[in-house]
Every structure is written in C-alpha cells, then in structure tokens.
C-alpha cells in the first residue's frame, strides 16, 4: 500500500482513531461532554477530509475498499447522520445515571462500518463493515440495560443480525465457489457465460440477507419491535443509516449484475419492492404507537427507493442518492422530535403523547409536521422532489406497475402521517396524562430546526444538491 | 492427499446451514438460538473453506478468520444480553420474554 | 483421506442433528463441541490444516467454552430439561422438519446436478494464508480488529450491573 492508498482512506482513519480517543478518554476521565465533543470533532474532521480525498479518487486500495465519488458521497451522509445522532443522544442520555460515554465509543464504531460498507468492493470488507455496523448496534440497542424492551429488541436484533449474517456468508461462499474471487468484479466476469445454478443460490442468498438488513418485505418480522424497544436516537440511527449503507452497497454491487441477468432477479426485487410499499404503508395504518408507524413507513420508503434502484441508469441513480438524503433528513429530523421529547426510561412512544403538541411546545410540532409532510411526499417538501425523481426515473424505464404502486402507496401513506399531524394540532382531552415538560436542549433544537429548512429547502430549490450528485455519484452502468 | 470432490463439501456445508437454520425455528430458549446462530456461522465458514480450496486459494481461510472473529464478537454480546435477559425476565424462552407487540 | 472426509462428514451431520433434539443444554454443548471437532477435521482432510487448527482452538475452545460458562451461571442443567421436554412435543417439530429434510433434499439436487470439481494442488497452509492476511487482506485484519473492539465496549457496557 502506497501513502496514496493511506490518504485515500483518510476518513475512515480519522473516524477509527476517533473511535479510540474517545474510548481512552472516559477510561482515564469519565465526563459526557468530553465524549460528546471529541465525537463531534472527529465527525466533523472526517467530513471535512472528504473533499481533500477527492483528487485522489477513483482508487482501489487493496482489493478490498475502492474509494471513488460515490463512496465519498454515501460516506459524507453516514458521517452527517452520525453527528446528528450524537448531538442527539446528549440531550437524551444528559438526565440519565448509566454510563453514556460508551454510547459515543459504539456510535463511531458504528459509523466506520457503515462507511466501509458504502467503500467496499470485496466481499471481506462487505463482510466486515456491515458486521462492525451490526455489533456496535446490538449494544447501542440494548443500551439501557435495565430496560426489559430494550434487553429483548437487542437479542431478537442480534438474533436476527447473526441469521443474516449467516445467509449472506454462504451466499458469498457459493458465488466464490463459482467464480473463484471475493472480488465484486468477478461474479460480473463470470456470470456474463450465463449463470449457473449454484451462482443463482448464491445470489439469492445474498439478496435474502441484504433484504434482512433493508428491512423490506418479507424480511421485516421483527423490525417494529426493535425499533419499539431501541433508545429513540438509535432507532433514529438505524432507521439512516444501517439501510442507507446498505443500500449504497446494494447498488453498488448488484446493479451491474442486474444488467448481466435480467428477468430473474428483477422479478424478485419488484416483488418485494410492490410487497414493501404496499405492506409497510398499510400496516402502519393500525399503529398507535409512534416508533412503530415510523418503522413501517421505513419499511415503505425502502420500497420506493428499490424502485429507482429497478430503474437504474443516471437517472436511477440521482434518484436513490437524492431520496436518500431526503430520506435520511427526515428520518433523523423525526426521530429526533421523539428523542427530544423522551428520557431514556419513558419513551414518548405513543400517540397520545403527542396529543395538542402543538399548545406545548409550538416548534417542536411543527418541525415533525414538516419531517411528516416530507415523508408523505408533499410539497413544498424534499421528499416530494425525491418522489418526484424517482417516478421520473421510473417512467424512463417503464416500469409502469412499480409507479402505480408507488402512487398508491404514498396516497395510503398520506392517512396516517395526517393522523399525527392532526393529533398534535388538535387541542388536548382533559382526561390525557401530559407527559413532564422535558428541558429542551439547545444543541437538539439547533439541529432540529436545522433539518427542517434543509427539508423545505431542498424541496423548493433542489440544485445544489443535484449538481454534487451528478458530480460525485454518476457511474456504474 | 486424495482428490475430495468440492460439491460434497458444500453440500456438507449446506446440510449444517439447514440443521442450524431448523434448530432455530425449532427451540424457543434464547440459549439454543444462539447456539444454532454459531452452528449457522460455522456452516457458512466450511463453505468459504472448501470454496477457496477448490480454486487452490488462501482467500477462503482468511474468510473462515474473518468469520470467527464475527463469530466472538457476536458471541460475546448475544450472551451478555443473555444473561441480561435472564435478569429481567427470569425465563429465556422467547414467547415469554415478549413485552414488544410482536 | 476421502474416507476420512466422508466418515468426519458424517459425525458432524449427525451431532449437529443430535443438539436439536437435547433438552440439557450441557448434553447439547457437547454435542455442539464434537460436531466443532469433526468440522477441524473435515478442513484438514481439505487442506486447509491452519483453520483446521483455529476452528478447535477458536470455535471450540474459546467459544463453546463461553456457552459454558453461561450454563454454570444461569444453572442451565436439570431444571430446565423437563421445560424442553414439554416444548419439544411432536406436533412442535414435525412441520419445521419437514421443511428442513425438503431443503436438503433441494440442495442436494442442486450441487448434485453440477460435475463434481476436485480439490486442486496441494495444501494451502499457514504461511500462505499468513502472506495473504498481511498482503492484500491488511484491512480486513484492521477491521476484524476494530469489530472486536466494538464487541468488547459493547460486552462490556452490557455486563455491568445496572446502578438501580
């Protein structure tokens, strides 16, 4: 490996040795804040390092990592979710009396995976991101540990995680067996002398356990009730970013074998991608609890998203990775409105909570109004332009039952997300217990109100992030 | 030593992956999935084995490696939570210890 | 050797089989263990004589051996054996074994229906898997590390006992 090849990994180094400080720092000087600026600073200083890597790019360093434009870009949106998600986790770990430094110590491990994941080109460093994301989880999840939803969302997460692990380990295993590389290149070179059945096994496998870990249909059993049981910022954290990396990988990796293949495989992703759309949006219809309807409309959103991904080409493309900062904005914007609003041992879980938000807290309410317009897709909103994007994406392909059923699906969608809305705006019955006025921290409302014009913004004049895209991620077939 | 046939390495590999998969779906204490998840990982290891020694490559150990270290790491958590779990709802069987809407 | 892969192949099915049906969980483990150990052996009938080695040591030993400790402090023996008796009725086990002998049985089709490929050269042993680990596969090496740090802080955090 050259200095080049170091340089270029840049990022990751600095968020890995972040890592580390932090976890030395609370072993001689335990103190949150320290933590949570060292944390910050470390993010902050990998983003930052992006554009400097820029130049150097497109490099493959070993087989394993090939850091070009559009793993700068994906691991750009981790980094911002993982800053956003620690500013978070002050104010809501801030009351607590457990220990919160590890928090900080597994947030950035957690993000190392996920940016690896978006980096990699090799089955080992597949394997091994999506692995680090998936054990720093398992303990962030559980992380109140006097928590019994907690406890169970760790263990059925981790016993889930671990099955997909599983799933994809063997999959990789039969399509090295037919190709004889771990590399992602191979199965292309191989598969183009027409795909054998174990390739096909194996395939298959692998787009079970990156099914597992989107959290689509029919893969999404237990995702609600982890999402129930996790502390509200690291819902907020799986909800971004474990499916964004995710699903940067899944393009990255299965797009040109899409194109080798056809029918078969497209078949399979517009199944699930109808199943998913259809599926979360319906069953969130039923939801009184507010991290369940939001993990269902994620459980949704990822359908949407997998049909820009059936669409591909450019246009495909510039869909995913807008809709993806769109959807990550969103995500962490209402997430984060839960988080402000709960303590690590009462979560304002349940609607009835949010009850006449709006005569409490005024700006609370209407910053996860604008998270939910987004979400529904309605203007002047990002997620709008994102839905936008992809149906034109889609329309290019002609994928015309993905689109109905996309249109369908938002129009189902629009139901409950109003539900909210109008719960909060409605005033509140005498006989509700109003939850305790929560101290608002300053640096969770900053970032709030931040996302929320970013939100409007990008849905009123969306340029500027459409002009970094095509420059950094226009690639691949 | 003598030529062994790559498929019925794999199909070896496969058979274990289906047990550990069963043994899942089977057993409702959290003791034995997780057992079962190992027994998982470590079919999908031999797999990753005879794959690389079927090109006549190191690459299938170094993912066998790989796959260990996953393995401990796993292991380690899955069972503090275990006991964890045992803590708190004094049972480890999985429809039991189910405060969450399932 | 191919008798040996054959007959270690065998153990190790029929041990795997034999821990879905215990109801002790130290019975289980020792099931577990010699199916672990029939596995070393199947590695080393492949050539493959360092994982051969790791999968005793690392799997077996390291692993099994925290199963264990689990057993002794949660008291897993004979108490809970008349629970899973009660939970392994047959009306419990018959579908998910029915689906299971169906897998196989598709499977076997499947790998069957390929020509059989041989082994090629000889044995790759630890030198050249140790020159791959540090050549191209440095960063995984790297990331396995950081992996196991993050198991590390995150066991950790989970097995200290709660202040309340």
Known sequence: MTSADILSLLPLLVVATTGVVVMLAAAFYRNHRLSLILTLAGLLTAFISLPFVSPLTPRQVTSLVLVDGYALFYMGLIFAAGFIVALLTYGYLEQWDGNPEELYVLLLLATLGAAVLVG??????????????????????AYNRSLRRGIEAGIKYLVLAGVTAAFLLFGMALVYAETGTLAFSGVIAVAGGGPSLQLMVGLGMLIVGVGFKLGVVPFHMWTPDVYQGAPAPVTGLLASMSKGAMFALLLRYFTPVMALERQGLVWVFTAVAVLSMLGGNILALTQDNVKRILAYSSIAHLGYLLVAFLASGPAGQ????????????????????????????????????????????????????????????????????????IAAAGVQASLWLLLIVLVLASVIGVFYYMRIVITMFRRPEADVVQPSMVRLPRAASVVLGALSVILVGLGIYPVPVMRIIERTVARLV | MAEVPTQYGIILAAILFSLGVAGILLRRNIFFVLLFVEVMLNAAGLAFVVAGARWGQADGQVMFIFVLATAAAEVAIGLGLLLRLHHQFKTLNVDEASDLRG | MIVVFYIASGVAILSTFLVILQSNAVHALLYAILSLLSVAIVFFSLGAPLVAALEVIVYA???????????????????????????????????????????????????????????????????????????PYLLGVELASILLLAGLVGAYHLGREPSD
Request: hydrophobic share 55%; aromatic share 14%; charged share 10%.
């Open chain 1, 120 to 141: 990699s080109s090799h089955f080992a460093s597949f394997f091994l991101g999506l692995e680090t994301l998936s054990v720093a989880l398992y303990a962030m999840i």
């Open chain 1, 318 to 389: 510039l869909a995913v990775a807008f809709y993806l900062v769109a959807y990550f904005a969103t995500t962490l914007s209402a997430f984060g409105v839960v988080t402000v609003l709960s303590t690590p041992d009462d979560e304002a879980e349940s609607l009835r909570a949010y009850q006449g938000l709006y005569y409490r807290r005024p700006w609370l309410a209407i910053i996860f109004t604008i998270a939910l317009l987004s979400l529904a897709g309605i203007p002047p909103t990002a997620g709008l332009v994102g839905k936008i994007f």
């Open chain 3, 61 to 135: 030993g390291a692993i099994m051996v925290l199963f264990v400790f689990v057993v002794m402090v949660l008291n897993l023996g004979p108490g809970a054996e008349g629970q899973e008796r009660v939970w392994l009725q047959p009306r419990t086990w018959t579908g998910p074994v029915i689906l299971t002998l169906v897998l196989i049985g598709e499977l076997i089709y499947i790998f069957l229906a390929r020509p059989g490929l041989a082994l090629r050269g000889p044995a790759i042993g630890p030198q050249e898997v140790s020159l791959a680990l540090y050549g």
